[in-house]
Nanobody, 124 residues
Framework: QVQLVESGGGLVQAGDSLRLSCAAS????????MGWFRQAPGKDLEFVAA????????RYAGSVKGRFTISRDNARNTVFLQMNSLKPEDTAVYSC?????????????????WGQGTQVTVSS
């Protein structure tokens, strides 16, 4: 069992940066691939980024590639999402997820555990 808690969200202006964190409980964290998803009001859950257990493999949605960076610190059981050059369309609730199969997939059903999410609001 893995419990995930996100933090770092907030209200920023377009062009600003934010760094989200996802703290995981459980000793198997370093064996799991991790991902970030987001959901804007009235829209479906959207894949943002994923990272393998070692950090060697990363994947990004086209809409964030070049602006967002996913990373992890297995010693601290934490995964990060550095978000730069934020746009109003990045406004959403951001959730992290853990994939115990370490597949680094981009679809929600590939992940086994989810956090509650943190709100990111980008004003124009």
């Amino acid at each position: 069992q893995v419990q995930l808690v996100e933090s770092g969200g907030g209200l920023v202006q377009a062009g600003d940066s934010l760094r989200l964190s996802c703290a995981a409980s459980g000793r198997a964290f370093s064996n799991y691939a991790m991902g970030w998803f987001r959901q804007a009001p009235g829209k479906d859950l959207e894949f943002v980024a994923a990272i393998s257990w070692s950090g060697a493999i990363t994947r990004y949605a086209g809409s964030v590639k070049g602006r967002f960076t996913i990373s992890r610190d297995n010693a601290r059981n934490t995964v990060f999402l550095q978000m730069n050059s934020l746009k109003p369309e990045d406004t959403a609730v951001y959730s992290c997820a853990a994939d115990q199969q370490n597949q680094v997939v981009t679809v929600r059903w590939g992940f086994d555990y989810w956090g509650q999410g943190t709100q990111v609001t980008v004003s124009s």
